[in-house]
């Protein structure tokens, strides 16, 4: 995904987007533990978002990372976001289709995942053609 010496703007990334995603994880299960432990809880609406507190730093870690790295790199990056974006809505919209004709429907936190291995896709190819 990156150089194998990474530099200070990718450790900063990695540090960024590991702590997100290790809180992510936290905060889901401890979310998840309270609402199916007691279904009737008053705020079950709220620990239902709570995975999204830490979440909502990864967006700030990417664009962090946009503005620290250079001009190639962001190059890089900006074809790996589009053809992740743009593949990513192609592949979940055939789904979608796909349910009209008889596919299990799947729950909506399918397509940050999607996403992101569009993402990685786009990463390998763009770095692949840059090298």
């Known amino acids: 995904m990156f150089d194998c010496a990474p530099n200070r703007a990718t450790r900063k990334y990695l540090i960024r987007m590991l702590t997100a995603m290790s809180l992510y994880v936290i905060a889901t299960a401890i979310s998840v533990r309270i609402i199916k432990h007691d279904a009737s809880v008053s705020w079950k609406y709220a620990w239902a978002l709570l995975p999204i507190v830490p979440a909502s730093f990864v967006p700030i870690a990417v664009v962090s990372l946009l503005r620290e790295i250079d001009e190639l790199q962001r190059?890089?990056?900006?074809?790996?976001?589009?053809?992740?974006?743009?593949?990513?809505?192609?592949?979940?919209?055939?789904?979608?289709?796909?349910?009209?004709?008889?596919?299990?429907e799947l729950n909506w936190v399918w397509v940050w995942p999607v996403m992101a291995a569009c993402w990685i896709v786009g990463l390998i190819a763009a770095r692949w053609r840059y090298r």
């Open 75 to 104: 190059k890089i990056q900006l074809e790996a976001l589009a053809f992740g974006f743009a593949t990513a809505a192609v592949l979940t919209m055939s789904y979608g289709f796909l349910q009209n004709a008889g596919l299990p």
